[in-house]
């Protein structure tokens, strides 16, 4: 099959892509970023999806599907350019792609979009909306996007559209929100909670989304692996230094004295639990985790040292 992988700058959409390629799939590349080691046998367009140039890349390509992976946190751009970037790209990935004859659309996003809440159910399936930015507003456009690809399952029936919400990864890539938490030698803690933390080896997320593509998975569907893990206990896993600190100091201090750079809402997420029922995906598709908790730390920890 003819896969076209939109955000192949970033490090799980480049895992991704070799995943497809390593399992017999024509896998082309498209972002703005460059991926100045992709194998020779990956094709990689450096161009925006929002731009006219993309469009030219579907119509010559003429993929039969395509994962999309090109969205960026609030760390990585600012409000209106993220929105952009987010909202923008998943409408073009869309317009696109029924245009020009593409059969299936992957959009993969995260579950965190759940929220993070006191009153929140422990687990979440894919029932529940994403309700997210009520206290996380930098999440507003993630969840635009996410609520967009979903619309699409009635607005284009005759086009394939699955869209995934993947728990934390971590991995040798040492890249995405958890890894960035959990890098530094102090993990910071809101006093007095110690939140459940949900995550899946990064060359297993890749492996889901492969499957995704192959099974041509029709819906919405949560992606998770292990059983989650308290905070404080991942923490120490990894050798760390739990810092609990009174959450109005807390605020204060992200992005200072060794400590991890957040946005204010994220603080929530360091209260309460956003776990997910993985099972639909895993009846849809048969997929398995291949690596438990304790390899996927080691393997993260290992990384972070070298």
Same mark, same amino acid.
């Given at each position: ?180 938490? =959990? &890098?530094?030698?102090? @993990?910071?803690?809101?006093?007095? %909670?110690?939140?459940?933390?949900? +995550?899946?080896?990064? #060359? $297993? ?64 997420? =360091? &209260?309460?639990?956003? @776990?997910?029922?993985?099972?639909? %995906?895993?009846?849809?598709?048969? +997929?398995?985790?291949? #690596? $438990? ?14």
């Amino acid at each position: 099959m003819k896969v076209l992988v939109v955000g192949t700058g970033g490090a799980l959409a480049r895992l991704t892509a070799l995943a497809l390629r390593d399992r017999g799939h024509a896998v082309i590349g498209l972002d703005r970023r460059p991926w100045p080691d992709a194998p020779a046998d990956v094709p990689v367009h450096q161009v925006d999806i929002r731009k006219r140039a993309a469009e030219d890349v579907f119509r010559r390509v003429k993929p039969e599907a395509v994962v999309h992976m090109a969205t960026v946190n609030a760390l990585s751009a600012g409000g209106e350019e993220r929105a952009r970037i987010n909202l923008g790209g998943t409408q073009a990935v869309f317009s696109h792609s029924q245009a020009h004859g593409v059969k299936h659309v992957v959009v993969v996003g995260r579950h965190t979009f759940y929220g993070a809440s006191a009153d929140a159910p422990l687990y979440r399936t894919e029932a529940d909306p994403p309700s997210g930015i009520g206290n996380f507003p930098e999440l507003a456009d993630l969840v635009a996007a996410d609520l967009h690809a979903a619309t699409m399952l009635w607005r284009a029936p005759e086009l394939t559209t699955t869209v995934l919400r993947v728990v934390y990864t971590l991995g040798p890539s040492l890249s995405g929100t958890l890894s960035g938490f =959990l &890098k530094g030698r102090r @993990v910071p803690m809101v006093l007095g %909670f110690d939140p459940l933390f949900q +995550f899946l080896d990064e #060359r $297993d997320a890749a492996a889901a989304v492969a499957l995704a593509v192959e099974k041509r998975a029709r819906g919405i569907f949560n992606v998770a692996g292990p059983s989650p893990m308290p905070l404080s206990t991942i923490a120490h896993a990894l050798g760390r230094t739990v810092v609990p600190v009174p959450e109005p100091v807390l605020a204060r201090l992200l992005g200072r004295f060794g400590l991890p750079a957040l946005p204010r809402g994220a603080l929530q997420h =360091l &209260k309460y639990p956003i @776990v997910v029922d993985g099972g639909a %995906f895993a009846r849809e598709t048969g +997929f398995v985790a291949s #690596r $438990d908790e304790a390899h996927i730390l080691s393997s993260f920890g290992d990384a972070a040292r070298l």
